[in-house]
């Protein structure tokens, strides 16, 4: 088991990693380089943040959760993706030890944080992210021992296609869109990773977990009242969920 200072160590790298996880939710749906400007702005008076302002989660605290120049409140979104970034970064350390294998999943679960957030403001995933994740998480398969290349370019087909074809028939029923493009490319990026039993568990998670939401809200607001509830966070945290708890729970169906 790993003591107190490793867990440390890697607890505090995931909140560095979140708060740069930060400046992608708020620059790439505004179309900025995430790398020009390199230091962080108020996004209010645009001045710059001192790097001991921009320590994670303890400059929020020190601040009072507002800006040091122009006393604007800051989102509690910054320091709450700081901590769910470490949070995943040690659960990740205990699942699978120090190995090449945390570090994929980590970089692929911070990828979905990003998504996650960017459709809940925006109604949007980026292609920025999705699309370069497809190849990458091909050739990542390499990396991980329960996911052949098979299997991850199954996870491709099975996952961009399932949702393509949900959507064309959606479409050709109520002759609307009922789910964008964005979520089928998300689902393919997805399958890449976890392969096609994961892509199974996470449409299955997903839905689940969509009509409880979509149920509660038309019971809030109106069984008559039409509104948009992005899919994508509900994907993003059924491939999560399969990464930490998929192989027990497939195992526990099987029996």
């Known amino acids: 088991m790993f003591n107190f200072l490793t867990v440390s160590i890697i607890f505090i790298f995931g909140m560095c990693i979140g708060s740069f996880l930060n400046v992608c939710i708020y620059r790439l749906p505004a179309s900025k380089s995430i790398a020009n400007p390199p230091r962080s702005i108020c996004p209010n008076c645009n001045s710059h943040i001192r790097f001991y302002d921009n320590i994670p989660v303890l400059s929020y605290i020190w601040l009072k959760g507002r800006c040091r120049n122009c006393d604007t409140p800051i989102s509690?979104?910054?320091p709450m993706v700081e901590v769910m970034s470490g949070t995943v970064a040690v659960a990740l350390l205990?699942?699978?030890?120090l190995s090449?294998?945390?570090?994929?999943y980590f970089v692929f679960i911070s990828s979905l944080l990003v998504i996650t957030f960017i459709d809940l403001d925006h109604k949007i995933i980026p292609d920025v992210i999705s699309l370069p994740g497809i190849p990458i998480g091909l050739v990542a398969s390499f990396a991980l021992p329960t996911i052949t290349l098979k299997a991850s370019a199954l996870g491709l087909l099975i996952g961009g296609g399932s949702l393509w074809f949900v959507a064309w028939a959606y479409n050709l029923?109520?002759?609307?869109?009922?789910?964008g493009g964005g979520d089928i490319k998300l689902l393919a990026m997805i399958g890449t990773i976890i392969g096609w039993k994961g892509v199974i568990f996470t449409i299955f998670a997903s839905s689940v977990m969509g009509s409880c939401v979509g149920i509660t809200m038309m019971l809030i607001k109106g069984k008559n009242m039409k509104f948009a509830i992005p899919f994508g966070p509900f994907l993003s945290i059924g491939a999560i969920a399969y990464v930490f708890f998929g192989a027990q729970f497939i195992a526990w169906y099987l029996n």
Do not use: N, Q
Not at 94 to 97: A, D, I, P, Q
Not at 100 to 104: K, N, Y
């Open 76 to 78: 509690f979104r910054y």
């Open 94 to 97: 205990f699942k699978f030890g």
């Open 100 to 104: 090449l294998e945390s570090l994929v």
């Open 173 to 179: 029923i109520a002759h609307r869109d009922g789910m």
